[in-house]
Every structure is written in structure tokens, then in C-alpha cells.
């Protein structure tokens, strides 16, 4: 089987976990026999031409100012699309996210073609223009009041009308299902995401970790992970964490928000997948504290992978992977005191954590390994 999976960004270009979740499909794919290639936005001498037999295809990144305008009007983008399309002659085309560069113009066409098209949802983008708590009223006044002259008003139909020329649209949480069919797109499944557990595995001590980034050895400390902002928790955090602990921060960009506990903070910038198997195998908890709709956040998989327990967010998918009480914790990221006491607690109990960690690489084992994800997928490209 010949597979284009098409994703606006992938790592070392972009670093978010869609990026990666789509690399280690497209490599455990090829791994299984299949001719395989990732179509994304970038600039070619960023990215490697092949990964593990995997052929990397780019097209010309441009600037998100016009983005939710492209998405769905611009020809060039589409022709482009369709070139790679017509060079590499896959069987399935796997489209993901695709709003601020790819866009959807071309899946038409797809269609005509004879094509299988599927779809990926690993976020709300393909109706939304960037992050929503998931209960907003009026949605498309609050964006239009955000976005003012690059919003477009026609952007969530055509997405809408261009989606249905896929043979299955899959979501990677049930959260982020019921909340697109909420938002008018039908034809969905539920299918989460896998990672790679031998690659996810623990292979380092949290001592030698700790040497190797130059991280005190005997303070306890809290992980946070990704994008930072308010929406991702960042003022949670800065608020809630215990005056005997320190803070990892391992993200693309940080602000004031944790001025107050500046002092006890240890940054690293733009971390590749290697680097962040360090920042999880250090760290004691890893937080996913998001005041958003956080779909199926990649950050529990792999923290549970390495043995880390997580406290997240009740928003969002992160229920689906971290069960409560047993590999880590979910709790309302609203209530302010229910994360300090918690945060509390595992500083205070440390000796317990170990097995949380055990616990929570044991349910990634049983239920969200790459191999079981894969073997869905291709019975989702046979139907």
C-alpha cells in the first residue's frame, strides 16, 4: 500500500505532538511493508529527504497572517498539493492538521481521483481558529471579535463542505468527537492515538537524567511540557506549585506568568523527541494542567510511557489515557485549591509515585501502543 500522510508541520521544523504522532505512524508503517511519504509546510533544507525509509515531501511554508483565508481559496496551495499527490501515487491519502499551511482545497479532487481520503482530527482547527474551552456561546462573534480582519466567514463552511469528500474523518478522543459533532461534522470515529513504547521506554535514571541536564538532584520537580500560555495552564501552575518544589519548563516560548516562581525554574527551549525522554525520565510528575479543550495531549502518552504519573486536565481527552487515582490524576482546571492540595500530596509522598509510574506504563502497554493503532488504521484503509 502506498500512504501520503499530509500535516502542516513535523519535528525538527515544528516540535508539537501532532507533528510527532504523525512521524512515528508513518515510520511504524513503513516498517510494516508499506510505501510511505509525509507531506508538510517547511523549508526542504530543514528537514531530512527520508526518515527510516519514510520520504519526506515539503511545500513552501508561508505566513499565518492570511492563513483562514489560503486554507480554503488558494489555487496555488491546492495545485501544489496535488503535484506531490500526482508524483508519489498513493493508494491512501492521510490528511491531519492542515489549517494554517496544507489548507483543504485540493480534497476534492482526491475524491474524483478514486482515492482513499481520511482525516485526522487531533485538535478542534478544523472548526475552530485556535484553542476553545470546549462550552463557548457564540464561538464565531468571540473569533471574529479576536481575529478581526484575517477572520473569515467562510472559512468553518467550505472546511465543513471540503471534509466530506473523506471516506472516514477520525477523531483522537471521544472529547474532541462529541465536541465536532456539536459543531456540525459527521461521519466521525474515534480511533487514539499510539506512540512507539520501544522507543518510549525507560532507559535512563532520573539521576543520570538529572546530571546529564544539570537539574538539582534532590529537589522534587514538577514537568511542564509544550506550548506555554494561559489557555495551557501556564498561571495554574505558577499559582499552585508547592514552595518545596522546582518547575521544568520545556516549550517553545515562555512570558511573566511564572515571574513568581522564577527563582525555581529551569527552562530548556525547543526540545527534540530524544531531548524530552531526558526532561521525562528527570522529572518526578508531569503536568497537563490546560484551560482548554486539550484533545488527547501527546505529553501523558509519552510521560506514561516513561513511567511518569501525570496531573491533568479534566478538559479534554487527557481522561481517555491518565486513569484516576491509579497512573496519575485528573482534576478541574479551575479549581486552584484541588491542584495546590495535589501537587502537595506527591511532594509529600514521594515513596508512592514509583507506582503510579509502573501503573501508568502498564495501561500505555494495553491500550495505546503503536502497533494497535496501526493495525486499526489499516483496517480503516481496507473498508
Not at 247 to 264: H, N, P, Q, T
Not at 322 to 350: F, S, T, Y
Request: contains cysteine; positive net charge.
Amino acid at each position: 500500500m502506498r500512504i501520503l500522510h499530509i500535516v502542516d508541520g513535523i519535528p525538527p521544523y515544528t516540535l508539537g505532538g501532532t507533528g510527532r504522532i504523525v512521524t512515528e505512524i508513518a515510520r511504524g508503517q513503513r516498517k510494516e511493508g508499506h510505501d510511505v511519504a509525509i507531506l508538510s509546510a517547511a523549508k526542504a533544507e530543514t528537514l531530512p529527504k527520508n526518515i527510516d525509509g519514510v520520504q519526506i515531501l515539503t511545500t513552501t511554508p508561508k505566513s499565518e497572517r492570511w492563513a483562514h483565508w489560503r486554507s480554503v481559496f488558494s489555487a496555488s496551495r491546492d495545485h501544489a498539493v496535488l503535484k506531490h499527490i500526482d508524483t508519489f501515487k498513493p493508494n491512501v491519502v492521510h490528511a491531519h492538521t492542515i489549517s494554517r499551511q496544507i489548507g483543504y482545497g485540493w480534497m476534492p479532487t482526491v475524491k474524483k481521483r478514486g482515492m482513499k481520503l481520511i482525516v485526522t482530527c487531533h485538535d478542534v482547527s478544523h472548526v475552530a481558529y485556535g484553542k476553545v474551552r470546549g462550552f463557548e456561546n457564540n464561538l464565531w462573534l468571540t473569533e471574529a471579535k479576536r481575529h478581526k480582519w484575517s477572520w473569515n466567514p467562510f472559512r468553518n463552511i467550505l472546511i465543513t463542505y471540503f471534509l466530506k469528500s473523506a471516506n472516514k474523518v477520525l477523531t483522537v478522543s471521544d472529547a474532541l468527537k462529541n465536541y465536532l459533532e456539536k459543531r456540525g461534522l459527521t461521519n466521525l470515529q474515534t480511533l487514539h492515538n499510539g506512540i512507539d513504547l520501544e522507543f518510549w521506554k525507560p532507559s535512563i535514571t532520573k539521576s543520570d537524567a538529572r546530571v546529564k541536564l544539570k537539574l538539582p538532584q534532590y529537589k522534587f520537580l514538577f514537568l511542564l511540557a509544550g506550548r506555554m500560555g494561559v489557555d495551557k495552564g501556564s498561571t495554574l501552575v505558577a499559582a499552585t506549585l508547592p514552595s518545596n518544589a522546582d518547575l521544568v519548563l520545556a516549550g517553545d516560548r515562555f512570558s511573566d506568568e511564572f515571574a513568581a516562581v522564577k527563582d525555581r525554574m529551569h527552562i530548556f527551549y525547543n526540545q527534540s523527541t530524544d531531548d524530552m525522554k531526558l526532561q521525562y525520565a528527570a522529572a518526578d510528575v508531569v503536568l497537563v494542567p490546560s484551560r482548554c479543550l486539550d484533545c488527547f495531549p501527546t505529553v501523558c502518552l509519552e510521560a506514561m510511557a516513561l513511567e511518569r504519573p501525570v496531573i491533568a486536565t479534566s478538559w479534554g481527552g487527557a481522561k481517555e489515557s491518565v486513569h484516576d487515582g491509579v497512573n496519575g490524576w485528573i482534576i478541574d482546571p479551575l479549581n486552584e485549591q484541588a491542584w495546590r492540595e495535589k501537587m502537595e500530596w506527591c511532594v509529600n509522598n514521594a515513596a508512592e509515585l514509583p507506582a503510579f509510574g509502573a501503573a501508568a506504563r502498564k495501561r500505555m502497554t494495553e491500550h495505546f501502543g503503536l502497533p494497535t493503532m496501526l493495525q486499526k488504521l489499516e483496517e480503516i484503509y481496507r473498508l
